[in-house]
């Protein structure tokens, strides 16, 4: 089985912060990762896939890069709309979501 | 516009069987081009993938639900349906029903299901 761990499992910001998460798969994955986010109540959305690309609608101050192991979720101008949790997924093999990162306010 | 919804009872009996139905609507589920699948998440907690399954009828579990796992299709019907047995406490999560190509692209509301006596 492949797991994917997150870090941190908390990030406390404030409103125009750069904003970095990331997610280590177990093993190597190429580019075989999404990011959805997730706010109180609500359905998880899709943000991300394939590392990289945003998926339509999404803003572009959400970005991602990585490949094999390492991956990274940056928001580059943290807007109010985005606190919020955000969970790493692969897909190399099955699917399987990390731990979660919640982005609190500062 | 593709739409899922999740339907089921949101009480079960520890040791009995979990069952919720996902219906689509806005898309055939013959379609060879996506998956269907299962994911929950326990109040409080992270999201789990739980399983998939092709039109055809290929399934997918999470190997550590496998042995209670079964997920089915009715094409005729246009929906898939999860069973869980042997549930207890530990089973007690938000149920989402989800397409999956890769990602989980589209996702139902969610139903929460309760294991309690």
């Known amino acids: 089985d492949i797991q994917m761990t997150q870090s941190p499992s908390t990030l406390s910001a404030s409103v125009g912060d750069r904003v970095t998460i990331t997610c280590r798969a177990s093993?190597?994955?190429?580019?075989?990762l999404a990011w959805y986010q997730q706010k109180p109540g609500k359905v998880p959305k899709l943000l991300i896939y394939?590392?990289?690309n945003l998926e339509d609608g999404v803003p572009s101050r959400f970005s991602g890069s990585g490949s094999g192991t390492e991956f990274t979720l940056t928001i580059s101008s943290l807007q109010p709309d985005d606190f919020a949790t955000y969970y790493c997924?692969?897909?190399?093999?099955?699917?399987?979501f990390g731990q979660g990162t919640k982005v609190e306010i500062k | 516009q593709l739409q899922l919804q999740e339907s089921g009872p949101g009480l079960v009996k520890p040791s009995e069987t979990l069952s919720l139905t996902c219906t689509v609507s806005?898309?055939?589920?013959?379609?060879?081009?996506?998956?269907w699948g299962w994911i929950r998440q326990p109040p409080g907690k992270g999201l789990e993938w739980v399983g998939s399954?092709?039109?055809?009828?290929?399934?997918y579990y999470n190997p550590s639900l496998k042995s209670r796992v079964t997920i089915s299709v009715d094409t005729s019907k246009n929906q898939f349906s999860l069973r869980l047995t042997s549930v207890t406490a530990a089973d007690t999560a938000v149920y989402y029903c989800?397409?999956?190509?890769?990602?989980?692209?589209?996702w139902g509301q969610g139903t929460l299901v309760t294991v309690s006596s």
């Open positions: 997924q692969q897909y190399n093999s099955y699917w399987t």
């Open positions: 989800a397409r999956t190509t890769v990602t989980f692209d589209y």
């Open positions: 399954i092709y039109y055809s009828g290929n399934t």
């Open positions: 806005g898309d055939s589920i013959n379609n060879s081009s996506f998956y």
């Open positions: 394939r590392a990289s």
């Open positions: 093993q190597s994955i190429s580019n075989w």
